[in-house]
């Protein structure tokens, strides 16, 4: 599984953001909170499409900060509960998977990819693209995964 490289610039997400440990159903429930509310979210960069954002890893503790949100063109009044985010401008290593597969595919990246690539993990967050097509309900339904990256020294 080889990824794709992509320059994306700096963007900003609208949405819920919690504390938690990778993989848990603390992010299935935060997807059901935050779903039923995406159409209060105004100036959307990319309708229809959502972000799964990870950042701030804690090695030690196994821990992050997740937020699942939209893309906007500016940050506005936020609705209640939400809070916005800002992702800079980075060059991602671009991995298409499945929910499904999700864990898997981020255990690829980690352990197998990413040590061998050249390449290391820069200083951003990592998210999950869902696009306009994708189905929850649909296990084929396709997922981009974006590490940011930079050339190893």
Same mark, same amino acid.
């Given at each position: 599984?080889?990824?794709?490289?992509?320059?994306?610039? #700096?963007?900003?997400?609208?949405?819920?953001?919690?504390?938690?440990?990778?993989?848990?159903?603390?992010?299935?429930?935060?997807?059901?909170? =935050?779903?039923?509310?995406?159409?209060?979210?105004?100036?959307?960069?990319?309708?229809?499409?959502?972000?799964?954002?990870?950042?701030? =890893?804690?090695?030690?503790?196994?821990?992050?900060? @997740?937020? #699942?949100?939209?893309?906007?063109?500016?940050? #506005?009044?936020?609705?209640?509960?939400?809070?916005?985010?800002?992702?800079? #401008?980075?060059?991602?290593?671009?991995?298409?998977?499945?929910?499904?597969?999700?864990?898997?595919?981020?255990?690829?990246?980690?352990?197998?990819?990413?040590?061998?690539?050249? @390449?290391?993990?820069?200083?951003?967050?990592?998210?999950?693209?869902?696009?306009?097509?994708?189905?929850?309900?649909?296990?084929?339904?396709?997922?981009?995964?974006?590490?940011?990256?930079?050339?190893?020294?």
């Amino acid at each position: 599984m080889q990824p794709q490289f992509v320059t994306k610039p #700096a963007f900003t997400l609208v949405g819920m953001l919690i504390h938690t440990k990778p993989m848990t159903p603390e992010i299935v429930h935060l997807w059901q909170q =935050f779903g039923p509310r995406m159409g209060e979210v105004p100036h959307l960069a990319e309708p229809g499409v959502s972000y799964g954002l990870m950042d701030h =890893f804690d090695h030690e503790l196994g821990q992050l900060d @997740y937020m #699942a949100g939209e893309a906007v063109t500016q940050v #506005a009044e936020l609705p209640a509960g939400m809070t916005s985010y800002s992702v800079p #401008a980075s060059t991602y290593a671009v991995f298409d998977t499945t929910l499904p597969k999700l864990g898997e595919t981020f255990g690829y990246i980690y352990n197998t990819w990413l040590p061998t690539s050249g @390449y290391q993990h820069a200083a951003a967050p990592y998210f999950e693209r869902y696009s306009e097509t994708f189905d929850p309900n649909d296990p084929t339904s396709p997922i981009s995964i974006y590490i940011p990256v930079e050339k190893k020294a």
